[in-house]
């Protein structure tokens, strides 16, 4: 009995040591499953943190993007603009009554002639007559051009083109700031 007794308080000093053992245990279970829950909580939030801050970036990026593209836009929207009424100003140049064709073929000679003393004249075919007024009639070639003069040095070394589309695109380069502020100012 006594050895009965040994063995009883053995086993249940063992069974005290266990249940401790294993309560220890269930708390060491639990801390470590709140700090893995709160290591979990904290990557997450860090995660949600750049995913946001990719978002925000990604749609500045894109806001960027499309206002370069509506720039674009407008850009070749006001070149096309500007392209039509480059055209439909030469062409309105160009087709000009012979009347007024004249007078400034006659403007152009007389403005050469400061820079070329005895200019030879170069015109489009079938126009020679309109220079007939201010122009000596030897002086005049006609040749398959653009509306407007060429007037050349006897030497041939100084070349004045005076076409219309030559005057207008020079013109044109000049005052492309103030045409555009007028069209889209």
Do not use: H
Not at 57 to 66: F, H, P
Not at 77 to 91: D, I, P, Q, W, Y
Not at 114 to 137: F, H, M, T, W, Y
Not at 147 to 159: A, F, T, V, Y
Request: glycine fraction near 4%.
């Amino acid at each position: 009995m006594a050895l009965d007794k040994v063995i009883k308080d053995i086993l249940d000093s063992a069974r005290m040591e266990a249940n401790k053992l294993a309560e220890e245990a269930e708390k060491e279970k639990t801390a470590i499953l709140r700090a893995a829950d709160d290591e979990i909580a904290k990557k997450r939030k860090l995660r949600e943190r750049e995913a946001q801050e990719i978002l925000r970036r990604l749609t500045r990026q894109e806001i960027s993007s499309a206002e370069l593209e509506a720039k674009r836009i407008v850009l070749n929207a006001k070149k096309e603009v500007l392209g039509s009424a480059f055209s439909e100003t030469l062409r309105e140049i160009e087709s000009m009554d012979a009347r007024k064709k004249a007078e400034a073929y006659c403007k152009i000679y007389r403005r050469a002639k400061n820079r070329i003393q005895q200019p030879k004249v170069i015109c489009p075919r079938g126009e020679s007559s309109l220079l007939a007024s201010c122009v000596d009639a030897g002086k005049v070639t006609e040749s398959d051009m653009e509306p407007g003069l060429i007037l050349e040095s006897e030497d041939g070394r100084i070349r004045l083109d005076y076409r219309f589309k030559t005057i207008l695109e020079g013109i044109w380069e000049r005052e492309l700031r103030n045409v555009s502020n007028m069209l889209f100012g």
